[in-house]
């Protein structure tokens, strides 16, 4: 998380966050992180040079790509180069995808992906454009058909056509993330018995039903925030049991907390679901 003396970044650092169900992408300054251990894997990219990785007091190494796994305690020290972080769902297609394109190990970091050049070279155009949120086909801007790209490559998604049971489970969630519909009425819903709809919603959906219902509330809340309406009340609406709720599962997710997050100056994105 941001260190105690963060300030707020100036304006022309446009740091940026693009949330989607399952995964989110962080591209600007990489804002003084301390050590800490989050609940997903995280794909880390030097843009403009190498980082340093500390696992340890003494165990530390320098790289331009690395897949930190979930609950691996770390810190990153960028040396005062632009950083992007993209942050997957350990049961997730991308995930999957990012561990099986590092090409070496270091503990337990993996590092070396097979696109590092480009990835940090697309990675600056990215970074160059959040200055300019330049509208394309009239709806998407050009920073997420970028970020999209940009994800893309580093963790490509499986392409294939969601069976349409668990289409339907899935615009029930995202309809009222708020409400708890049990896994036994959406499997009955889907004419399936609980424990076949539960395998076949991760195989679909590339994640469990659980972590799904909560990266559509991180979402949700994100939704609402961008809205106009505060942190707690969003964290309400998404259908979170308190701020301190929404808190522990924001810092739980990410290794870093929301208010220093968003008080750092970053700005707040959601990416298109149709492609993701």
């Known amino acids: 998380m941001p260190g105690p003396g963060s300030t707020a970044l100036p304006s022309t650092c446009y740091p940026t966050v693009w949330m989607s169900a399952g995964h989110a992408l962080y591209a600007g300054p990489a804002l003084d992180l301390e050590p800490h251990s989050g609940s997903v894997w995280c794909f880390a990219v030097g843009v403009d040079h190498p980082f340093t990785i500390r696992l340890g007091d003494a165990d530390r190494f320098d790289t331009t790509t690395a897949l930190i796994p979930p609950r691996t305690t770390h810190q990153l020290i960028a040396h005062g180069g632009r950083m992007?972080?993209?942050?997957?769902?350990?049961?997730?297609?991308?995930?999957?995808?990012?561990?099986?394109?590092?090409?070496?190990?270091?503990?337990?970091?993996?590092?070396?992906?097979?696109?590092?050049q480009r990835l940090r070279e697309l990675g600056a155009t990215l970074l160059a454009a959040?200055?300019?949120?330049?509208?394309i086909d009239g709806a998407r801007s050009a920073t997420e058909t970028l970020g999209i790209a940009w994800l893309d490559l580093a963790a490509p998604a499986l392409q294939q056509v969601m069976d349409a049971r668990i289409t339907e489970a899935v615009k029930i969630i995202h309809n009222d993330p708020a409400a708890t519909v049990p896994a036994g009425e959406l499997a009955a819903q889907a004419g399936l018995s609980e424990s076949r709809f539960l395998h076949l919603f991760r195989q679909e959906a590339g994640t469990s039903l659980r972590r799904y219902r909560q990266w559509a509330r991180l979402l949700h809340t994100a939704t609402v925030f961008l809205a106009g309406h505060?942190?707690?009340?969003?964290?309400?609406?998404?259908?979170?049991?308190?701020?301190s709720h929404f808190a522990d599962r924001f810092r739980i997710?990410?290794?870093?907390?929301?208010?220093?997050?968003?008080?750092?100056?970053a700005r707040l994105r959601l990416l298109d679901q149709e492609r993701n």
């Open 84 to 116: 992007i972080f993209a942050y997957l769902d350990p049961s997730s297609h991308r995930a999957q995808a990012c561990r099986e394109l590092m090409t070496d190990r270091t503990r337990a970091v993996g590092v070396g992906h097979t696109a590092d």
């Open 230 to 243: 505060d942190l707690t009340r969003a964290a309400t609406e998404a259908g979170f049991a308190s701020p």
């Open 253 to 265: 997710t990410f290794g870093l907390s929301a208010t220093r997050l968003l008080g750092s100056g």
């Open 130 to 135: 959040t200055a300019a949120e330049i509208p």
